[in-house]
């Protein structure tokens, strides 16, 4: 039996004006037919915009006859060659008075260049070397700054979130020994940074190297001491008034006052006395390191003398 140019299988319904297009007994799926193809039936034509199944179709236009219910029709297939001649026609219209295929083919080709547009229809060539090449190939952020020169440390600080961040990517941190900010923060310890704040306070150290304030200054009731961040102690004690009742030849004495330091010392501190009197003077005896002083005022009259002694030594 000879095969028939077209498809005819199973029967079509359509409605007046319609363009859904069912079957029964069809199979246009799996024959293959496409948008492009033909419908006839009952003298009249139509063409297929999609195939939905081997039982439903659209039409491109609503059909033209009258309806059809069970009844004969055939499916011809467009032809390749008028696909392509409608596709390269498009494209020819598309790109047709542009005049931008004319500026590409203008073009003198040239090693490491690419072609671009300078204005409508118009295009020029621009270096495009092996670093610009691998700038488009890179496919992180990083790769594309290493592209670019930077190094991976300074490509690496792309995504810090802040200042802190930054910093810490760059070894400006404690571990580094730096200052953590410019601005002197009102919280920054000693061993970070001395300010008006923390200037005066308590003094410490740890094996000779001070890690407190600059200046401590303190009093109790044997007196004041101030103590400084280099090791330096000075004691000073309250206002003393021996009396001077001791006679010792043309000179008088008083009897010795024991006097406990205000701030013990790390070792026998030197002692020195002062007289409030013209013609009295004191000796400011230092016992140790914790001992206090033993003090003996002198005078050349017999009577009260207004006195103070101190000691000068280290508190480490």
Excluded at 118 to 134: I, N, P, W
Excluded at 202 to 220: D, F, K, M, Y
């Amino acid at each position: 039996m000879a095969l028939l140019s077209d498809y005819t299988s199973g029967t079509i319904s359509v409605a007046a004006n319609g363009t859904a297009v069912t079957g029964v007994g069809t199979g246009w799926v799996a024959a293959g037919f496409r948008e492009g193809d033909l419908l006839f039936a009952d003298g009249y034509t139509g063409v297929v915009k999609s195939v939905e199944s081997n039982t439903a179709l659209t039409l491109d236009q609503p059909w033209r006859g009258g309806a059809l219910s069970g009844a004969a029709y055939r499916l011809r297939y467009q032809s390749d060659g008028s696909r392509f001649s409608a596709q390269a026609r498009a494209l020819i219209e598309m790109l047709g008075g542009s005049g931008n295929l004319e500026a590409l083919g203008g073009l003198e080709s040239a090693p490491n260049t690419l072609p671009y547009f300078t204005g409508s229809g118009q295009m020029g060539l621009t270096a495009f070397d092996q670093e610009a090449r691998d700038f488009l190939a890179a496919a992180t952020e990083e790769e594309r700054l290493q592209a670019l020169g930077f190094s991976a440390f300074m490509a690496g600080l792309r995504d810090d979130a802040d200042a802190a961040a930054h910093r810490q990517g760059i070894g400006v941190n404690d571990a580094g020994g730096f200052v953590p900010s410019a601005q002197m923060r009102n919280d920054l310890t000693a061993d970070k940074a001395f300010r008006r704040g923390n200037i005066l306070g308590t003094v410490s150290q740890t094996g000779g190297t001070p890690t407190g304030a600059l200046i401590e200054r303190g009093s109790n009731a044997n007196g004041e001491y101030v103590r400084y961040a280099d090791g330096t102690q000075i004691c000073i004690s309250p206002l003393l008034q021996p009396t001077t009742n001791v006679a010792v030849g043309s000179l008088f004495r008083s009897n010795p006052i024991a006097q406990a330091f205000p701030a013990n010392f790390v070792a026998t501190p030197h002692g020195f006395g002062h007289a409030a009197a013209d013609s009295a003077w004191v000796n400011a005896q230092v016992v140790s390191a914790t001992g206090g002083w033993n003090m003996v005022a002198w005078a050349s009259f017999n009577g009260g003398v207004f006195s103070r002694i101190g000691a000068i030594g280290r508190w480490f």
